[in-house]
């Protein structure tokens, strides 16, 4: 269903660009780029989600360890609580 979206999506915004350019095509762009958006947005909320990937690959256990400090959406090796 999201890849159907996703075609009527960038097919209204092509309509909608045509549209736009043409003499009395206001009317029919403004809809046009109303579907083409509602079509993108149902489409991202349909996608389905990447597989989660990865494991935790090392584990350091020592007082006083340095704190990992991730930057983004990234998977990192975990320091216990002492």
Known sequence: ????????????????????????????????????TAANMGAQALQKPPPARGSVSSLVIQADAPQPYAMGEGYFAGIPAS
């Open 1 to 36: 269903m999201a890849k159907a979206l996703k075609v009527v999506g960038k097919i209204a915004g092509a309509v909608a660009l045509v549209a736009s350019v043409v003499p009395g095509g206001q009317v029919v762009a403004g809809i046009a780029g109303l579907v083409s």
